[in-house]
């Protein structure tokens, strides 16, 4: 231990260069901790973005995760250039202000799209879940009896 105190008393720019270096760890660690490129996130779902209709000019915010959730339901392939519906119009002319965002957002559903197309070609759709009956109830519309009758 002394040894090492005597070399950063006649190098103390080897302290500050482990300080340092120390320092740029830390803050990488911290910001791939925090940061998340998940498209999905929860944080990123609930996060507002702003949209705007091009026929109208009308602006609007809705969380990330509702815009998402609108262009999956459209068809099969999302065309770039229909934005979501203006409620005003019914007119798909709502883009987010981010052109780039909003381009990416698009080829990554498409794609995302195009794999389940290509992964579920030919195998058997899973049949609709069908309602449970409601307790005590039989098949065929009747009522069970009452097990207290009265």
Known sequence: MDRLRE????????????AGLILAASVVVYLSRTTSDDPYNADRMREMVT??????????????????????GRGDTLDPTKGIINP????????LYNKREWETMIERINAEKKEIREETRGKAVPPAPRPQPAPGSIPGGDTAPSPNPK
């Open 88 to 95: 005003k119009t019914g007119e798909p002319t709502g883009f």
């Open 51 to 72: 949209i705007k209709f091009t026929d109208t000019g009308d602006v609007i915010e809705m969380p990330r995760g509702r815009l998402d959730k609108e262009l999956r």
């Open 7 to 18: 070399f950063l008393q006649r190098s103390p720019w080897a302290g500050w260069l482990f």
